[in-house]
């Protein structure tokens, strides 16, 4: 069977493990059920995210014109302590950002390779941890807007990473830190402000993939220098797809490549 799509973010639904889709634009794929088969993509053109046109993805999906001039990338969403909807400052576009940032976020502390700092919307959870590949997650603050997650996120990464190592991840190696544990250790960075939005709920969700064999080493394809490749897909977790001879490809990280699946 032959399809195209465009790449963007995996759609992923919640269940033990995770149901991974592939967006085909009017149909979605299940990409549970490949597991096992050979997967042959191909490269076949660009389709910025925001505009459209067949123009050299940027980063994010888009070219680089619309990278720096979209709202849905600016500074703020890389680096939560830089928004400034709060104060009616406008970054890019005011409308949308007081959409995105006046709206309850969580901080958390989430387990991958090692136990990290990390912010999203509520509305995220838990697709946000699952995009990380994280094994395990807990909320720690709800904060009513975007900026004052940032605030604390930048508290707490001072002594723990906010990173995710995504090799170690991906072959399945994990700490031995107690997510609860790490979590009293956090209280104490934080400000009285921040800890009037701590949560005192300890409840930590665990999260399994669909993944059939871990790979002992990990080497991840780029489209730009292999825009042909096949194997046999063997697992997914996070936003990459894992086959049977190591190759990783993350599938978010080529948003915006427009691509042939054969199956």
Known sequence: MY?????????????????????????????????EKEIKISFKAYECLSCGQDLPIFAQGMCKKCYFESPQVGEWVMKPELSQAHLGVAHRDLAYEQEVQLQPHIVYLAKTSDIKVGVTRKSQVPYRWIDQGADAAMAILETPNRYLAGQAEVLIKQHI???????????????????????????????????????????????AYPILKHPEKVK??????????????????????????GRVFNVRNHSGYVVGWSF
């Open 161 to 207: 990473t906010d990173k995710t190592g995504w090799q170690k991840m991906l072959k399945g190696v994990t700490t031995d830190k107690k997510l609860r544990e790490v979590k009293k250790q956090v209280k104490s960075y934080l400000n009285e402000e921040l800890l009037t939005y701590w949560l005192e709920n300890d409840d930590i969700t665990s999260i």
């Open 3 to 35: 399809y195209e799509s465009v790449l963007k973010r995996i759609p992923t639904e919640w269940a033990q493990p995770v149901n991974y889709f592939l967006d085909m634009g009017e149909d979605f794929i299940i990409l549970n059920n490949l597991l």
């Open 220 to 245: 991840s394809i780029n489209l730009k220098k292999t825009p042909e490749f096949s194997g046999k897909l063997m697992g997914i977790k996070g936003q990459y797809l894992i086959f049977e001879d």
